[in-house]
């Protein structure tokens, strides 16, 4: 399973760009790069995925290296109710077609008033 | 609204006492997995299903079982609880080909006491 690296905590002022990085150095050609968030203990939440061009949705943009090592995922105006866990998570695939999400332990993104 | 419904939210409970989760999805989604969540443990699959009938342990089954006798519902069972199954459960769903996200539920704490 490819494995992500990524900073335990980060703090972001509100109304700034919130970069969150993720190392997947062992990632395969054919796996996506997905990010959830999880606020306090709610469900996780997904945000935005992609396979190696840089994506965009309502909610966030993210960048994949072109060596696909790395990524980041940018919140281009943060509030307040961005506070949360950000997971990075590489899709494995496994038997007959069923995919796991493998969490790792995120990284906590504090928005300060 | 699309969503995923676990009941209860909140559950106290003694050992041994068997006790059911349940999981409903409004998504017509053919895979949907249990996850629990412990600190310093992050997300860890417990079951997962691909469709009706069809169930496979995830990382961590022991102690849990699952049926999937309809698409839209997925409930957990623990037959005999234990105090470290104490835990924060979520389930999720998804389609199962193609590259879309997860829904997760809201969550279920439950105690054994």
């Known amino acids: 399973d490819a494995k992500t690296t990524q900073p335990p905590s980060m703090d972001c002022a509100e109304g700034r760009a919130a970069n969150l990085p993720c190392n997947h150095s062992?990632?395969?050609?054919?796996?996506?790069v997905y990010w959830y968030r999880q606020i306090h203990s709610q469900g996780p939440q997904y945000i935005i995925h992609?396979?190696?061009n840089n994506e965009t949705n309502e909610m966030a943009s993210l960048i994949i290296t072109e060596d696909r090592k790395s990524s980041t995922l940018i919140l281009p105006h943060a509030t307040l109710r961005d506070t949360a866990v950000y997971y990075c998570?590489?899709?494995?695939?496994?038997?007959?077609?069923?995919?796991?999400?493998?969490f790792g332990q995120g990284t906590r993104l504090t928005i300060n008033p | 609204e699309a969503q995923v419904t676990q009941n209860p939210r909140y559950l106290i409970t003694v050992t041994g006492k068997k006790l059911t989760v349940t999981c409903s999805q409004n998504?017509?989604?053919?895979?949907m997995s249990w996850y629990r969540q412990d600190p310093g443990l992050g997300l860890r699959q417990i079951y997962y299903?691909?469709?009706?009938?069809?169930?496979d342990k995830g990382d961590v089954p022991e102690g849990y079982k699952v049926s999937r006798k309809e698409k839209r519902n997925f409930p957990l069972i623990l037959e005999s609880p234990s105090p470290n199954q104490t835990s924060l459960y979520f389930c999720?769903?998804?389609?199962?080909?193609?590259?879309?996200?997860?829904?997760f539920g809201q969550g279920t704490r439950l105690t054994v006491v």
């Open positions: 999720a769903s998804r389609y199962l080909t193609g590259n879309t996200e997860a829904f």
């Open positions: 062992t990632i395969s050609g054919n796996e996506y």
């Open positions: 992609g396979l190696k």
């Open positions: 998570i590489v899709r494995v695939a496994f038997s007959q077609g069923a995919q796991k999400l493998v």
């Open positions: 998504m017509n989604h053919e895979y």
């Open positions: 299903s691909m469709n009706v009938e069809v169930t």
